[in-house]
């Protein structure tokens, strides 16, 4: 099971109060201040709920695409049901990276079959992904499957487009939200009262932010060589003398 944290304060009506609450309800908020009309918005499992569902098609005229586990059982026993009775041929498949040493197999099954028996809003088309990765340099593999739903028909979008949204997807999570979790371990942190879940959430991707200003290829292997020693620090970032370029100016 999934469990949502809080991530942000929403307004308590007819009062100045705020309230903490979690990234579910805090999603829809945060989308109101953007143009999405006619965009698709990816989602984790966590945001796959059938009021962030209607909220996108029927108020903000977008479409969404959402990843389907164990928060939703029984939207996801019956897509998995589905697809692992229908036995025929990937829909569409990708290989990649045969040539930096790491091959990873995407294939991808659609199906419209479900859209009026599964209980979820405004469902175009359901699909499920097979992701197969091998590293050559450390012989290790992995093997992982996914189920999803998306509000984009057939016609809108084909299995090579629905793949391709949802590596998109994995782009962000995987170059800012992966790297958030892995170095500073977010998940486990037990700054949970007042604003400090904020503060601190700001200030470690304000501390990203700056590594990869550097165009480091590595940014966990640029914090451990900066960890505990402050004139390391300083000096990546310029702020030393030694350090600056000379403007070639006598004050």
């Known amino acids: 099971m999934l469990y949502p944290k809080k991530v942000g304060t929403l307004p308590v009506d007819r009062t100045d ?14 989308l109101d201040a953007i143009n999405i ?12 709920q059938r009021d962030f569902a209607r909220y996108l098609v029927e108020k903000r005229q977008a479409n969404y695409l959402f990843i389907v586990k164990g928060n939703q059982k029984n939207l996801l026993e019956d897509i998995e049901f589905h697809f692992t009775h229908k ?10 990276g045969i040539e ?3 091959i990873e197999n995407r294939k991808i099954w659609v199906s419209s079959d479900l859209n009026k028996y599964l209980e979820f809003p405004h469902i175009g088309q359901s699909f499920m992904i097979n992701r197969m990765s091998y590293d050559k340099k450390s012989d290790k593999s ?3 499957t996914v189920y999803g739903v998306t509000s984009l028909s057939p016609i809108q979008a084909d299995p090579a487009k629905l793949l ?5 997807h994995w782009v962000i999570e995987n170059t800012c939200h992966y790297i958030i979790d892995w170095n500073y371990d977010e998940d486990r942190s037990r700054i949970r009262t007042g604003y400090g879940p904020e503060n601190i959430t700001r200030l470690r991707r304000f501390a990203v932010g700056l590594i990869k200003s550097k165009k480091v290829k590595s940014v966990a292997q640029k914090m451990r060589q ?3 020693n402050t004139r390391a620090v300083f000096d990546y970032l310029k702020m030393t003398r030694n350090s600056q370029v000379a403007c070639g100016i006598v004050c």
């Open 100 to 102: 930096h040493g790491r």
């Open 226 to 228: 900066l960890l505990l």
């Open 17 to 30: 109060e705020e309230k903490q609450t979690n990234e579910i309800k805090i999603a829809a908020p945060l």
């Open 37 to 48: 009309c006619g965009k698709t918005v990816t989602g984790d499992a966590l945001l796959t």
């Open 87 to 96: 036995n025929k041929n990937p829909d569409y498949e990708t290989v990649d």
């Open 164 to 168: 391709k949204i949802n590596r998109g």
């Open 142 to 144: 992995s093997n992982e």
